[in-house]
């Protein structure tokens, strides 16, 4: 199911012949696996902020992760 909808919304990219692809949302990394057979370079957008985020929110806020590894050791729950 989740493997013919991405499927669908690459179709017109890839008749585009695009080679890259920007995952704008911090939850579609998650996907990666997906798109492998597309041989796509993907670019992860929650790699880039993660890092600045965190100093603004130390100690202001409590996050609550999925074991996102940059949160490690930066007053995060992990949620199994």
Excluded at 45 to 74: A, K, Q
Aim: charged share 20%; proline share 10%.
């Amino acid at each position: 199911l989740l493997e013919g909808a991405l499927n669908d919304y690459l179709e017109p990219l890839l008749e585009k012949e695009i080679d890259t692809l920007l995952l704008g949302c911090t939850h579609y990394p998650y996907l990666e696996p997906l798109f492998k057979p597309y041989n796509l370079k993907l670019i992860d957008s929650s790699r880039s902020f993660i890092p600045d985020l965190i100093p603004l929110l130390e100690g202001r806020v409590e996050y609550l992760v999925t074991g996102h590894p940059l949160f490690n050791g930066h007053n995060a729950i992990a949620i199994p």
